[in-house]
């Protein structure tokens, strides 16, 4: 397993704590980004920093923890290369992996308890993409894109 990074706000703080002691406890290195306190701070920022990680290519896969999960994902998704589920059961991280080949799990501290995030976390983690049929639609889902998609299929929307 290839050290990961995580990162949350201050709504996500409690859970990435206990999330890390699971990370250890699992042999998983990782590089955590803050936020360090339950003081409020802007998810995005944070969103922001772990995916310039994983475009930079110094990471392949990230946990970013929010107060849903939902914020965390829609900023995470915007950044390039970036494909980030947002999930609250563990059928959907182990999909995510095999199907979209995902590379960010967000997940919310008021949505899920600290049991629940540890399974999605080794869900996540130690499941692989597919690719095979996956492997022609995969890219197109992640934002930059999404254009040579719609040339190829005429799609309009
Ligand atoms: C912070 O209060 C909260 O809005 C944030 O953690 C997140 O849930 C947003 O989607």
């Not at 998983?28 to 339950?38: H, M």
Request: net charge neutral; hydrophobic share 40%.
């Amino acid at each position: 397993m290839k050290k990961i990074v995580i990162a949350s706000d201050h709504a996500g703080f409690s859970l990435k704590e206990e999330v890390k002691k699971h990370l250890n406890e699992k042999g998983v290195e990782f590089e955590d980004l803050g936020t360090n306190s339950k003081d409020s701070v802007d998810y995005p920022v944070f969103a922001s920093k772990l995916c310039k990680k994983i475009q930079s290519g110094e990471y392949e896969t990230g946990i970013l923890i929010c107060g849903t999960g939902i914020g965390m994902s829609m900023a995470a998704n915007k950044h390039k290369g970036i494909r980030a589920a947002c999930v609250s059961d563990t059928f959907s991280a182990r999909a995510t992996r095999m199907h979209n080949n995902a590379n960010v799990l967000c997940f919310g501290e008021r949505v899920v308890g600290a049991g629940l995030a540890f399974e999605l976390v080794d869900a996540f983690l130690f499941t692989d993409y597919e690719g095979g049929r996956h492997q022609r639609i995969t890219p197109c889902v992640a934002w930059g894109n999404t254009y040579r998609f719609v040339q190829e299929y005429t799609i309009v929307f």
